[in-house]
Nanobody, 121 residues
């Protein structure tokens, strides 16, 4: 099995910064896309930022210019640097990876357990 373990998050005042990291472990053959999603209370889970194995990125309009996603392919890690945080960024943030296990014949979607980010006004 493949596990995604997130770290970071917490409570910060509006205008502040936080960093999230996510490490994939297990019998991993390869990981393609990695991403961060978030889900606020009463809302659907939404894409925040994604990064392909080659480094191309895509951001939600609401975080462009404030958040930066990066990855370390050698360590199977994805990072999210969040600056100029706003109260509306408050949500549970989930790490996502599209990967294939050693010995597997198809790619699968993997999710972290989620980490809370709270931005106070």
């Amino acid at each position: 099995q493949v596990q995604l373990v997130e770290s970071g998050g917490g409570l910060v005042q509006a205008g502040g910064s936080l960093s999230l990291s996510c490490a994939a472990s297990g019998r991993i053959l390869s990981i393609n896309n990695m991403a961060w999603y978030r889900q606020a209370p009463g809302k659907q889970r939404e894409l925040v930022a994604e990064i392909a194995r080659g480094g191309s990125t895509n951001y939600a309009d609401s975080v462009k210019g404030r958040f930066t996603v990066s990855r370390d392919n050698a360590k199977n890690m994805v990072l999210l640097q969040m600056n100029s945080l706003k109260p509306e960024d408050t949500a549970v943030y989930y790490c996502y990876a599209r990967g294939i296990r050693i010995g597997a014949t198809r790619w699968s979607d993997y999710w972290g357990q989620g980490t809370q980010v709270t931005v106070s006004s």
